[in-house]
Protein backbone atom coordinates (compact mmCIF):
# COMPACT_ATOMS: atom_id res chain seq x y z
CA UNK A 1 0.00 0.00 0.00
CA UNK A 2 2.81 2.52 1.36
CA UNK A 3 4.48 1.70 -2.44
CA UNK A 4 1.32 2.37 -4.69
CA UNK A 5 0.46 5.31 -2.68
CA UNK A 6 4.31 6.56 -2.90
CA UNK A 7 3.86 5.89 -6.99
CA UNK A 8 0.99 8.28 -7.08
CA UNK A 9 2.09 11.25 -4.97
CA UNK A 10 5.33 11.38 -7.32
CA UNK A 11 3.28 12.17 -10.48
CA UNK A 12 3.05 15.60 -9.14
CA UNK A 13 6.73 15.95 -9.17
CA UNK A 14 7.35 14.42 -12.67
CA UNK A 15 4.38 16.53 -13.89
CA UNK A 16 6.01 20.13 -12.62
CA UNK A 17 8.87 19.06 -14.50
CA UNK A 18 7.36 18.70 -17.55
CA UNK A 19 5.68 22.28 -17.02
CA UNK A 20 9.28 23.14 -16.09
CA UNK A 21 11.17 21.48 -19.03
CA UNK A 22 8.35 22.68 -21.61
CA UNK A 23 8.59 26.23 -20.80
CA UNK A 24 12.25 26.31 -20.71
CA UNK A 25 12.59 24.84 -24.18
CA UNK A 26 14.28 21.93 -23.05
CA UNK A 27 13.75 18.33 -23.69
CA UNK A 28 10.72 17.07 -21.53
CA UNK A 29 10.25 13.27 -23.24
CA UNK A 30 12.11 11.79 -20.17
CA UNK A 31 9.89 13.50 -17.50
CA UNK A 32 6.94 12.65 -19.23
CA UNK A 33 7.84 8.77 -19.34
CA UNK A 34 8.15 9.17 -15.49
CA UNK A 35 5.18 10.56 -15.28
CA UNK A 36 3.25 8.00 -17.33
CA UNK A 37 4.78 5.48 -15.41
CA UNK A 38 3.09 5.98 -12.23
CA UNK A 39 -0.13 6.35 -13.78
CA UNK A 40 0.24 3.15 -14.85
CA UNK A 41 2.43 1.27 -12.31
CA UNK A 42 0.30 1.41 -9.14
CA UNK A 43 -2.19 -0.81 -10.59
CA UNK A 44 0.21 -3.82 -9.07
CA UNK A 45 0.88 -2.76 -5.84
CA UNK A 46 -2.96 -1.72 -5.79
CA UNK A 47 -4.09 -5.46 -6.71
CA UNK A 48 -1.66 -7.12 -4.58
CA UNK A 49 -3.42 -4.85 -1.84
CA UNK A 50 -6.53 -5.66 -2.11
CA UNK A 51 -6.17 -9.29 -2.36
CA UNK A 52 -3.87 -9.01 0.65
CA UNK A 53 -7.18 -7.52 2.23
CA UNK A 54 -9.30 -9.79 1.18
CA UNK A 55 -6.64 -12.73 2.73
CA UNK A 56 -7.18 -11.14 5.80
CA UNK A 57 -10.85 -10.86 6.31
CA UNK A 58 -11.68 -14.28 5.79
CA UNK A 59 -9.18 -15.11 8.51
CA UNK A 60 -10.05 -12.55 10.67
CA UNK A 61 -14.04 -14.05 10.28
CA UNK A 62 -12.68 -17.54 11.39
CA UNK A 63 -10.79 -16.54 13.58
CA UNK A 64 -14.06 -14.82 15.39
CA UNK A 65 -16.30 -17.62 14.59
CA UNK A 66 -13.50 -20.39 16.17
CA UNK A 67 -13.19 -17.70 19.38
CA UNK A 68 -17.17 -17.57 20.01
CA UNK A 69 -17.37 -21.39 19.27
CA UNK A 70 -14.94 -21.99 21.92
CA UNK A 71 -16.48 -19.33 24.21
CA UNK A 72 -19.84 -20.82 24.29
CA UNK A 73 -18.84 -24.58 23.45
CA UNK A 74 -20.20 -26.65 26.85
CA UNK A 75 -22.00 -23.95 28.13
CA UNK A 76 -25.11 -26.17 29.23
CA UNK A 77 -27.01 -23.87 31.09
CA UNK A 78 -27.63 -21.70 28.56
CA UNK A 79 -28.85 -24.00 26.10
CA UNK A 80 -32.56 -22.90 26.70
CA UNK A 81 -31.77 -19.19 26.62
CA UNK A 82 -33.86 -18.07 23.71
CA UNK A 83 -32.54 -14.62 23.08
CA UNK A 84 -29.51 -15.41 23.30
CA UNK A 85 -30.01 -18.46 21.10
CA UNK A 86 -31.35 -16.23 17.81
CA UNK A 87 -28.48 -13.89 18.94
CA UNK A 88 -25.89 -15.91 18.41
CA UNK A 89 -27.33 -17.75 15.12
CA UNK A 90 -28.19 -14.64 13.84
CA UNK A 91 -24.55 -12.97 14.42
CA UNK A 92 -22.59 -16.01 13.06
CA UNK A 93 -25.05 -16.90 10.18
CA UNK A 94 -25.89 -13.83 8.73
CA UNK A 95 -23.57 -10.72 10.90
CA UNK A 96 -20.44 -11.50 11.35
CA UNK A 97 -18.63 -11.94 8.02
CA UNK A 98 -20.28 -8.38 6.36
CA UNK A 99 -19.33 -6.07 9.79
CA UNK A 100 -15.47 -7.69 9.52
CA UNK A 101 -15.36 -7.66 6.11
CA UNK A 102 -16.59 -3.83 5.98
CA UNK A 103 -14.80 -2.48 9.03
CA UNK A 104 -11.21 -4.37 7.71
CA UNK A 105 -11.70 -2.91 4.66
CA UNK A 106 -12.63 0.63 6.06
CA UNK A 107 -9.63 0.53 7.69
CA UNK A 108 -7.67 -0.33 4.41
CA UNK A 109 -8.92 2.41 2.81
CA UNK A 110 -8.54 4.29 5.04
CA UNK A 111 -4.96 3.47 5.59
CA UNK A 112 -4.66 4.10 1.44
CA UNK A 113 -6.53 8.01 2.11
CA UNK A 114 -3.86 8.65 4.81
CA UNK A 115 -1.13 7.99 3.22
CA UNK A 116 -2.20 8.99 -0.42
CA UNK A 117 -3.18 12.74 1.43
CA UNK A 118 0.37 12.44 3.67
CA UNK A 119 2.43 12.25 0.72
CA UNK A 120 0.94 14.32 -1.70
CA UNK A 121 0.87 16.64 0.49
CA UNK A 122 4.66 16.51 1.35
CA UNK A 123 4.86 16.75 -2.84
CA UNK A 124 3.23 19.68 -3.19
CA UNK A 125 4.52 21.46 -0.09
CA UNK A 126 7.78 21.31 -1.92
CA UNK A 127 6.48 22.33 -5.15
CA UNK A 128 4.22 24.96 -4.58
CA UNK A 129 3.62 28.11 -2.00
CA UNK A 130 3.56 27.36 1.34
CA UNK A 131 0.32 28.83 2.34
CA UNK A 132 -1.54 25.78 0.88
CA UNK A 133 0.20 23.69 2.89
CA UNK A 134 -1.03 26.13 5.77
CA UNK A 135 -4.41 25.72 5.08
CA UNK A 136 -4.57 21.95 4.21
CA UNK A 137 -3.52 21.65 7.98
CA UNK A 138 -6.04 24.33 9.19
CA UNK A 139 -8.72 22.09 7.50
CA UNK A 140 -6.73 18.87 8.79
CA UNK A 141 -7.31 20.45 12.41
CA UNK A 142 -11.01 21.98 11.83
CA UNK A 143 -11.60 18.24 10.71
CA UNK A 144 -10.57 16.71 13.72
CA UNK A 145 -12.81 18.94 16.13
CA UNK A 146 -15.89 18.09 13.78
CA UNK A 147 -14.39 14.09 13.97
CA UNK A 148 -14.25 14.60 17.77
CA UNK A 149 -17.46 16.16 18.41
CA UNK A 150 -19.51 13.35 16.40
CA UNK A 151 -17.49 10.36 17.79
CA UNK A 152 -20.06 9.82 20.48
CA UNK A 153 -23.53 9.92 18.65
CA UNK A 154 -22.22 8.15 15.86
CA UNK A 155 -20.98 5.41 17.70
CA UNK A 156 -24.10 5.22 20.13
CA UNK A 157 -26.29 4.98 17.14
CA UNK A 158 -24.50 2.85 15.37
CA UNK A 159 -24.30 0.07 18.51
CA UNK A 160 -28.45 0.53 18.23
CA UNK A 161 -28.77 0.07 14.56
CA UNK A 162 -26.46 -3.30 14.42
CA UNK A 163 -28.75 -4.80 17.71
CA UNK A 164 -31.77 -3.34 15.96
CA UNK A 165 -30.28 -5.09 12.60
CA UNK A 166 -29.45 -8.37 14.76
CA UNK A 167 -33.44 -8.86 16.15
CA UNK A 168 -34.42 -8.58 12.51
CA UNK A 169 -32.38 -10.78 10.73
CA UNK A 170 -33.39 -13.24 13.65
CA UNK A 171 -37.39 -12.69 12.88
CA UNK A 172 -36.45 -13.50 8.73
CA UNK A 173 -35.23 -16.13 9.58
CA UNK A 174 -38.08 -17.96 11.23
CA UNK A 175 -39.72 -17.63 7.52
CA UNK A 176 -39.78 -20.87 5.93
CA UNK A 177 -42.13 -22.40 8.52
CA UNK A 178 -44.34 -19.42 9.07
CA UNK A 179 -44.91 -19.61 5.50
CA UNK A 180 -44.46 -22.70 3.96
CA UNK A 181 -47.26 -24.48 5.96
CA UNK A 182 -49.95 -22.65 5.09
CA UNK A 183 -51.32 -21.35 8.08
CA UNK A 184 -52.90 -18.20 7.95
CA UNK A 185 -52.84 -17.25 11.80
CA UNK A 186 -48.63 -18.16 11.81
CA UNK A 187 -48.17 -16.09 9.06
CA UNK A 188 -50.01 -13.28 9.68
CA UNK A 189 -47.90 -13.07 13.74
CA UNK A 190 -44.75 -13.42 11.40
CA UNK A 191 -45.56 -10.35 8.98
CA UNK A 192 -46.41 -8.33 11.94
CA UNK A 193 -43.44 -9.11 13.99
CA UNK A 194 -40.67 -8.63 10.50
CA UNK A 195 -42.93 -5.16 10.30
CA UNK A 196 -42.42 -4.07 13.66
CA UNK A 197 -38.70 -5.25 13.52
CA UNK A 198 -37.92 -4.33 10.12
CA UNK A 199 -39.49 -0.67 11.04
CA UNK A 200 -37.19 -0.34 13.99
CA UNK A 201 -34.26 -1.25 12.20
CA UNK A 202 -35.23 1.05 8.98
CA UNK A 203 -35.59 4.20 11.75
CA UNK A 204 -32.23 3.49 13.24
CA UNK A 205 -30.57 2.81 10.17
CA UNK A 206 -31.78 6.16 8.55
CA UNK A 207 -30.82 7.93 11.81
CA UNK A 208 -27.30 6.73 11.95
CA UNK A 209 -27.26 8.07 7.73
CA UNK A 210 -28.22 11.14 8.65
CA UNK A 211 -25.59 11.92 10.80
CA UNK A 212 -23.26 10.35 8.95
CA UNK A 213 -24.03 12.91 6.26
CA UNK A 214 -24.62 15.53 8.06
CA UNK A 215 -21.23 15.25 9.67
CA UNK A 216 -19.90 14.78 5.54
CA UNK A 217 -21.64 18.44 4.45
CA UNK A 218 -19.71 19.72 7.44
CA UNK A 219 -16.25 17.89 6.82
CA UNK A 220 -16.33 18.97 3.54
CA UNK A 221 -16.83 22.84 3.99
CA UNK A 222 -14.22 22.23 6.38
CA UNK A 223 -11.72 20.50 3.83
CA UNK A 224 -12.09 22.28 0.68
CA UNK A 225 -12.86 25.85 2.43
CA UNK A 226 -9.58 26.95 3.61
CA UNK A 227 -7.60 26.05 0.86
CA UNK A 228 -10.20 27.29 -1.27
CA UNK A 229 -9.63 30.89 0.28
CA UNK A 230 -6.10 30.76 -0.11
CA UNK A 231 -5.83 30.18 -3.82
CA UNK A 232 -8.55 32.76 -4.86
CA UNK A 233 -6.15 35.09 -2.27
CA UNK A 234 -2.83 34.17 -4.25
CA UNK A 235 -4.12 34.54 -7.53
CA UNK A 236 -5.88 37.68 -6.73
CA UNK A 237 -3.55 39.36 -4.90
CA UNK A 238 -1.18 40.59 -7.71
CA UNK A 239 2.30 39.50 -5.47
CA UNK A 240 2.66 35.54 -6.66
CA UNK A 241 5.02 35.17 -8.35
CA UNK A 242 4.55 33.98 -11.85
CA UNK A 243 5.88 30.84 -12.30
CA UNK A 244 4.49 29.71 -8.94
CA UNK A 245 1.03 30.79 -9.80
CA UNK A 246 1.33 28.70 -12.99
CA UNK A 247 2.31 26.14 -10.92
CA UNK A 248 -0.52 26.28 -8.99
CA UNK A 249 -3.09 26.81 -12.00
CA UNK A 250 -1.72 23.92 -13.39
CA UNK A 251 -1.77 21.66 -10.42
CA UNK A 252 -5.59 23.14 -9.51
CA UNK A 253 -6.97 19.10 -10.57
CA UNK A 254 -4.15 17.54 -8.16
CA UNK A 255 -4.71 20.07 -5.85
CA UNK A 256 -8.73 19.55 -5.68
CA UNK A 257 -7.83 16.00 -5.63
CA UNK A 258 -5.70 15.95 -2.87
CA UNK A 259 -8.80 17.63 -0.80
CA UNK A 260 -11.02 15.75 -1.96
CA UNK A 261 -9.21 12.90 -1.03
CA UNK A 262 -8.72 15.00 2.38
CA UNK A 263 -12.50 14.90 2.63
CA UNK A 264 -13.02 11.31 1.83
CA UNK A 265 -10.25 10.47 4.73
CA UNK A 266 -12.28 12.23 7.27
CA UNK A 267 -15.61 10.74 5.85
CA UNK A 268 -13.82 7.27 6.37
CA UNK A 269 -13.15 8.06 10.31
CA UNK A 270 -16.73 8.41 10.40
CA UNK A 271 -17.40 4.95 8.96
CA UNK A 272 -14.65 3.60 10.72
CA UNK A 273 -16.63 4.96 14.23
CA UNK A 274 -19.65 3.59 13.23
CA UNK A 275 -18.12 0.04 11.90
CA UNK A 276 -15.94 0.00 15.10
CA UNK A 277 -19.21 -0.05 17.56
CA UNK A 278 -20.50 -2.34 15.17
CA UNK A 279 -17.67 -4.22 15.83
CA UNK A 280 -18.08 -4.46 19.85
CA UNK A 281 -21.62 -6.07 19.45
CA UNK A 282 -20.58 -8.76 17.53
CA UNK A 283 -17.52 -9.36 20.17
CA UNK A 284 -19.90 -8.67 23.12
CA UNK A 285 -21.37 -11.63 22.14
CA UNK A 286 -18.80 -13.49 23.04
CA UNK A 287 -18.88 -12.62 26.50
CA UNK A 288 -22.90 -13.24 26.69
CA UNK A 289 -21.77 -17.23 25.32
CA UNK A 290 -18.97 -17.55 28.00
CA UNK A 291 -21.00 -15.87 30.93
CA UNK A 292 -21.84 -18.22 33.94
CA UNK A 293 -26.24 -18.77 34.24
CA UNK A 294 -27.69 -20.72 36.94
CA UNK A 295 -28.61 -24.44 36.18
CA UNK A 296 -31.72 -25.48 34.50
CA UNK A 297 -34.49 -24.39 36.28
CA UNK A 298 -38.31 -26.25 36.19
CA UNK A 299 -39.61 -27.96 38.78
CA UNK A 300 -39.91 -31.64 38.83
CA UNK A 301 -43.58 -33.35 39.22
CA UNK A 302 -45.34 -36.32 38.55
CA UNK A 303 -41.91 -38.04 37.15
CA UNK A 304 -40.49 -41.43 37.90
CA UNK A 305 -37.12 -43.04 37.26
CA UNK A 306 -37.46 -46.78 36.43
CA UNK A 307 -41.00 -46.92 38.06
CA UNK A 308 -39.80 -45.03 41.25
CA UNK A 309 -41.34 -41.44 42.09
CA UNK A 310 -39.55 -38.76 42.30
CA UNK A 311 -40.12 -35.44 43.99
CA UNK A 312 -37.46 -33.20 43.71
CA UNK A 313 -34.42 -32.78 41.12
CA UNK A 314 -31.68 -33.47 44.40
CA UNK A 315 -33.93 -36.72 44.20
CA UNK A 316 -33.33 -37.79 40.82
CA UNK A 317 -29.67 -36.85 40.54
CA UNK A 318 -29.08 -38.66 43.59
CA UNK A 319 -30.60 -41.78 41.95
CA UNK A 320 -28.53 -41.12 38.31
CA UNK A 321 -25.53 -39.13 39.41
CA UNK A 322 -23.22 -41.90 41.00
CA UNK A 323 -24.04 -44.41 38.51
CA UNK A 324 -21.35 -46.23 35.96
CA UNK A 325 -24.05 -48.51 33.89
CA UNK A 326 -27.30 -49.23 33.44
CA UNK A 327 -30.30 -48.21 31.85
CA UNK A 328 -32.66 -45.69 33.72
CA UNK A 329 -36.03 -44.29 32.18
CA UNK A 330 -37.93 -41.21 32.97
CA UNK A 331 -41.20 -41.22 32.24
CA UNK A 332 -43.84 -38.09 33.16
CA UNK A 333 -45.78 -35.78 31.39
CA UNK A 334 -45.08 -33.13 29.21
CA UNK A 335 -43.78 -30.36 31.70
CA UNK A 336 -42.78 -32.33 34.39
CA UNK A 337 -39.06 -31.75 34.39
CA UNK A 338 -37.67 -34.92 32.13
CA UNK A 339 -35.63 -32.87 29.94
CA UNK A 340 -34.25 -30.83 33.01
CA UNK A 341 -33.38 -33.67 34.32
CA UNK A 342 -30.98 -34.66 31.77
CA UNK A 343 -29.64 -31.02 31.27
CA UNK A 344 -28.23 -31.17 34.85
CA UNK A 345 -27.26 -34.66 34.46
CA UNK A 346 -25.31 -33.28 31.11
CA UNK A 347 -23.59 -29.93 32.95
CA UNK A 348 -22.00 -32.56 36.12
CA UNK A 349 -20.71 -35.00 33.71
CA UNK A 350 -19.40 -31.91 31.07
CA UNK A 351 -17.52 -34.22 27.67
CA UNK A 352 -18.04 -38.15 29.58
CA UNK A 353 -21.67 -37.21 28.87
CA UNK A 354 -23.88 -36.80 25.63
CA UNK A 355 -26.58 -35.34 25.44
CA UNK A 356 -29.34 -35.70 22.44
CA UNK A 357 -32.16 -33.35 22.87
CA UNK A 358 -35.45 -34.33 21.18
CA UNK A 359 -35.56 -31.62 18.32
CA UNK A 360 -31.80 -32.16 17.47
CA UNK A 361 -31.88 -31.02 13.79
CA UNK A 362 -29.25 -28.73 13.64
CA UNK A 363 -26.34 -30.83 14.70
CA UNK A 364 -23.59 -31.98 12.56
CA UNK A 365 -23.48 -35.63 11.76
CA UNK A 366 -21.24 -37.83 10.08
CA UNK A 367 -23.72 -40.70 9.03
CA UNK A 368 -26.77 -39.24 8.22
CA UNK A 369 -27.64 -38.35 4.31
CA UNK A 370 -30.27 -36.19 3.65
CA UNK A 371 -32.43 -38.84 1.60
CA UNK A 372 -32.72 -40.52 5.22
CA UNK A 373 -36.37 -40.64 6.71
CA UNK A 374 -37.02 -39.27 10.03
CA UNK A 375 -36.88 -42.28 11.11
CA UNK A 376 -33.35 -43.89 9.76
CA UNK A 377 -31.99 -40.83 10.15
CA UNK A 378 -32.76 -40.92 13.96
CA UNK A 379 -31.40 -44.42 14.05
CA UNK A 380 -28.21 -43.36 11.89
CA UNK A 381 -27.77 -40.95 14.38
CA UNK A 382 -27.91 -42.79 17.65
CA UNK A 383 -25.43 -45.49 15.99
CA UNK A 384 -23.13 -43.20 15.75
CA UNK A 385 -23.31 -41.57 19.04
CA UNK A 386 -22.96 -45.59 20.55
CA UNK A 387 -19.78 -45.38 18.73
CA UNK A 388 -17.96 -43.13 20.36
CA UNK A 389 -15.56 -44.53 22.95
CA UNK A 390 -15.04 -41.85 25.50
CA UNK A 391 -18.78 -41.27 26.33
CA UNK A 392 -19.83 -42.85 29.42
CA UNK A 393 -22.81 -41.59 29.84
CA UNK A 394 -26.06 -41.47 27.05
CA UNK A 395 -28.38 -39.23 27.69
CA UNK A 396 -31.36 -39.68 25.21
CA UNK A 397 -34.41 -37.17 25.27
CA UNK A 398 -37.62 -38.84 23.77
CA UNK A 399 -35.43 -41.04 21.05
CA UNK A 400 -37.97 -43.09 19.85
CA UNK A 401 -39.92 -40.25 18.75
CA UNK A 402 -41.44 -40.62 14.78
CA UNK A 403 -38.91 -43.81 14.50
CA UNK A 404 -40.41 -46.49 12.60
CA UNK A 405 -41.29 -50.18 15.20
CA UNK A 406 -38.51 -51.96 13.35
CA UNK A 407 -35.57 -49.01 14.19
CA UNK A 408 -37.18 -48.66 17.24
CA UNK A 409 -36.60 -52.58 18.91
CA UNK A 410 -33.09 -52.25 16.92
CA UNK A 411 -31.83 -49.50 18.77
CA UNK A 412 -33.93 -50.12 21.99
CA UNK A 413 -31.50 -53.72 21.71
CA UNK A 414 -28.38 -51.42 21.46
CA UNK A 415 -29.11 -49.43 24.35
CA UNK A 416 -29.77 -52.35 26.51
CA UNK A 417 -26.65 -54.37 25.33
CA UNK A 418 -24.75 -50.46 25.82
CA UNK A 419 -26.07 -50.00 28.89
CA UNK A 420 -24.29 -53.12 30.68
CA UNK A 421 -21.05 -51.04 30.49
CA UNK A 422 -22.21 -47.33 29.70
CA UNK A 423 -24.76 -45.41 31.91
CA UNK A 424 -27.98 -45.00 29.82
CA UNK A 425 -30.75 -42.22 30.67
CA UNK A 426 -33.57 -42.13 28.58
CA UNK A 427 -37.01 -40.05 28.89
CA UNK A 428 -39.88 -41.47 27.38
CA UNK A 429 -43.50 -40.49 27.86
Known amino acids: MLLHQAIVASSTIFLTAIIASFQAGKPFLPALVMFLATMTLPYLPGAISFYTLQVWVNRAHMRFVMEAASAGAGNVNAYRNGDLRERTESILARNSYPVIRDYLGAVHELASFALNSLLSVLVIGLLLPAQLLLGYLASLLMCAVIIAALTRPIARQSAHSEDCYVRFSATLSKCWDNLMLGNRHNRNVWVAQVDDDGQRFYRASNRLELIKQVGNVVLAAASLGPSVLLIVMLASSGQTAAASLAAVIVSLTRIFLILNALSTLVYRVLDLISLHAKMRVLFRLQASLSAAEDPPRG ?96 LLDEWD ?13 LLEHTSKERIVIETRH
Open 299 to 394: AISSISINGQAVGDMQQALDILASRSAGRFTITGPNGGGKSTVLLRLKEQHRDRGFLLPAQHGNLMWKSCPDSFSTGQRSAAILTEVLGIAHIKCL
Open 401 to 413: ANMDEANTRRIDA
